[in-house]
């Protein structure tokens, strides 16, 4: 089936720091690709998502642009602050047999000082 | 707040032991979602309903099983418990259960066996 794969954490950033975690995709088509977040003793939620190549999905200074040339979804932020300390799941779904099933990928965890 | 709720918060119980795991969707949603995560394995998808009737497996053991009533609650029972199911397990909830859908999380259950 189709998966994600993310970079492995931790990321360790200084507050105002540039953001990139990298997230690229093998898919048999184009599924909608996701950003959830996990702060901690929550559930999951959802951060952006892109329902197609070249969308742009954005929320709360967070941006990932749908590339399928490179299959990737990578999220950015231009400048972290100390709130944004939580872990990161790229997820897509893939079509199988008149269902749709949800991958996601294993997690970053981002740290940010102050 | 999601929208999404699951009880207990906490279970602790022995090897051997069967448990079962509660949750309430979001109102209006329609499909339910479970999964598992813990440090190893990271978030494994188990199983999908939509309006009652299973849509999708994933990876979950012959020892586990779940429903959803026409209420729309659904229940994850956990049999012959090992020292290994310790781990979070979460409900999610969508509208349609479609590739296209956000899913709502709900704050999880912590279960330990011991």
């Known amino acids: 089936g189709d998966s994600v794969t993310q970079m492995e954490g931790p990321v360790t950033l200084s507050e105002e720091a540039f953001l990139t975690i990298n997230c690229t995709y093998t898919?048999?088509?184009?599924?909608?690709l996701f950003w959830y977040v996990q702060y901690p003793g929550e559930g999951l939620q959802l951060l952006l998502k892109a329902t197609k190549a070249d969308d742009k999905g954005s929320n709360k200074g967070f941006e990932a642009t749908y590339r399928k040339e490179t299959t990737s979804f990578h999220l950015e932020k231009g400048s972290v602050q100390v709130s944004d300390s939580a872990v990161y799941f790229c997820?897509?779904?893939?079509?199988?047999?008149?269902?749709?099933?949800?991958?996601f990928g294993r997690g970053t965890s981002l740290i940010v000082h102050p | 707040d999601s929208g999404v709720t699951q009880t207990p918060k906490h279970l602790i119980t022995a090897t051997g032991q069967r448990v079962t795991l509660r949750c309430s969707p979001r109102s209006g949603d329609l499909s339910v979602y479970w999964y598992q995560q813990s440090l190893d394995q990271g978030l494994q998808f188990l199983i999908q309903?939509?309006?009652?009737?299973?849509?999708a497996k994933g990876n979950i053991l012959e020892r586990f099983s779940a429903q959803q009533f026409p209420d729309l609650h659904s229940e994850l029972n956990l049999s012959s418990l090992e020292l290994g199911d310790s781990a979070l397990y979460f409900c999610a909830s969508s509208l349609l259960g479609q590739g296209t859908d956000t899913q709502y999380f709900g704050p999880g259950t912590r279960l330990t066996v011991l």
């Open positions: 309903y939509y309006n009652g009737e299973e849509r």
């Open positions: 997820a897509l779904y893939y079509a199988s047999g008149g269902s749709y099933i949800p991958t």
């Open positions: 898919a048999t088509g184009y599924p909608s």
